[in-house]
């Protein structure tokens, strides 16, 4: 007796699907190359909830978590508040991020509601130079109507895929191109967003002018593999160049941005080995 897996939840199991058809038992997905690439979505969650920090600041309790180590780019972290035992469910949250002397570009504001956790979402970006693992503080701001509570927390981040660096000729200044949204690429059309800075002794410059195109790929195995319909980023302002990438399979992918300064020659980076949910 054959125990079948249920591949057919999505596009990426077409090919073993005809392995039904033909052999009448599908293979062991586990055991072949496709898989090892492109582990079910649904099998993959969203991590332990790990506690970075606790503060108590004006009556307010703060604690900082995350779903996954911090690392270099855009990051979700959470925040669980209560005031005089309370659970805080709603607050306005943002977060600045220091290292040495600069601050890294802060992301929006969040009128945020907690969920069945009592969580507030706190969206927070981090720049070093690859391959280190760097100390920040994060301060953590909740608008909580008519006064603000701001808790510091001291935060290890480590090196990983949504930033890379960028060389420039006869510029010796750091650029880092970051992946900013989504946060959790998932199958369907949705904007796409990177930002561009140059870090200089005192702060994280927005790189403004450059012209960028991506090649969004995954690998099928075995020598194969497709795109998928993308429109480029453009420039925005403040450093964020914004395109839309209709990621039409969940799986392992990665994407190559094409960045040109100029006159300067094309360069090549790769976000290599993200999964779409």
């Given amino acids: 007796m054959c125990s079948c897996n249920p591949f057919f939840r999505s596009l990426r199991t077409v090919a073993f699907g005809v392995l039904i058809l033909v052999a009448g038992c599908a293979p062991d997905i586990s ?18 909830l790990v506690e970075l920090g606790s503060e108590t600041v004006d009556g307010v309790h703060v604690t900082l978590f995350a779903r996954e180590a911090p690392h270099v780019g855009v990051n979700e972290l959470y925040v669980r508040a209560s005031e005089g035992g309370v659970v805080i469910d709603e607050a306005t949250t943002s977060a600045v ?40 503080q994060v301060e953590v701001r909740l608008g909580l109507g008519s006064k603000t509570v701001a808790a510091a927390f001291d935060v290890a981040v480590e090196d990983g895929l949504w930033m890379q ?24 059309d949705a904007p796409f967003e990177l930002a561009i800075y140059r870090q200089t002794e005192d702060d994280f410059v927005p790189v403004e002018g450059a012209v960028l195109d991506l090649y969004p790929y995954m690998d099928m195995g075995a020598g ?22 209709n990621f039409i399979m969940s799986g392992g992918w990665d994407m190559t941005v094409y960045v040109q300064f100029g006159q300067d020659e094309q360069r090549t980076i790769v976000f290599g080995g993200f999964t779409v949910y």
């Fill in 224 to 245: 194969e593999g497709h795109s998928t319909p993308y429109a480029a980023p453009v420039a925005v302002g403040g450093g964020r160049y914004v395109g839309k990438v």
């Fill in 97 to 136: 991020a220091r290292v040495d002397s600069r601050s890294a570009p802060q992301q929006s504001s969040t009128a945020a509601k907690a969920d069945d956790e009592d969580l507030l979402p706190v969206r927070v970006m981090f720049l070093q130079p690859k391959a280190e693992s760097v100390q920040w």
């Fill in 31 to 48: 055991e072949t190359d496709f898989y090892s690439l492109h582990p079910d979505p649904d099998e993959v969650g969203p991590g332990t």
């Fill in 165 to 188: 660096e960028l060389e420039r000729p006869g510029d010796d200044s750091r650029y880092y191109v970051t992946w900013v949204a989504p946060v959790r690429p998932s199958t369907g």
